[in-house]
């Protein structure tokens, strides 16, 4: 098993800046991928931003330019910068392992969710 557990959502401003930090913990031998997906409400769940273990990297493309995805390999952390954020950037951010092999088993993974919610 593999838990992924979110912080640094809150409001913000539009222009402003927030970042995401989620933290993976369990018998992590190793994880392929890890993300950032989004639902606003009545959406369905949509990629942001995903990062491999060799380092690279997809975004949608409605973020392309103004968020940053990193990653900490030895510490299993995946971090999400996002600048210059929009009032459409509202919605719940998960974090998501993909690939991951925990022990013995290979599965993917999400986290429980961080709300970001950007006003006018």
């Known amino acids: 098993q593999v838990q992924l557990v979110e912080s640094g959502g809150g409001l913000v401003q539009a222009g402003g800046s927030l970042r995401l930090s989620c933290a993976a913990s369990?018998?992590?031998?190793?994880?392929?991928?890890m993300g950032w997906y989004r639902q606003a409400p009545g959406k369905q769940r949509d990629l942001v931003a995903l990062i491999r273990s060799g380092g690279s990297t997809n975004y949608a493309d409605s973020v392309k330019g103004r968020f940053t995805i990193s990653r900490d390999n030895a510490k299993n952390t995946v971090y999400l910068q996002m600048n210059n954020l929009k009032p459409e950037d509202t919605a719940v951010y998960y974090c998501?392992?993909?690939?991951?092999?925990?022990?013995?088993?290979?599965?993917?993974?999400w986290g429980q969710g961080t709300q970001v919610t950007v006003s006018l």
């Open positions: 998501a392992a993909v690939g991951a092999l925990a022990g013995t088993a290979w599965g993917d993974y």
């Open positions: 369990g018998r992590i031998v190793s994880i392929n991928a």
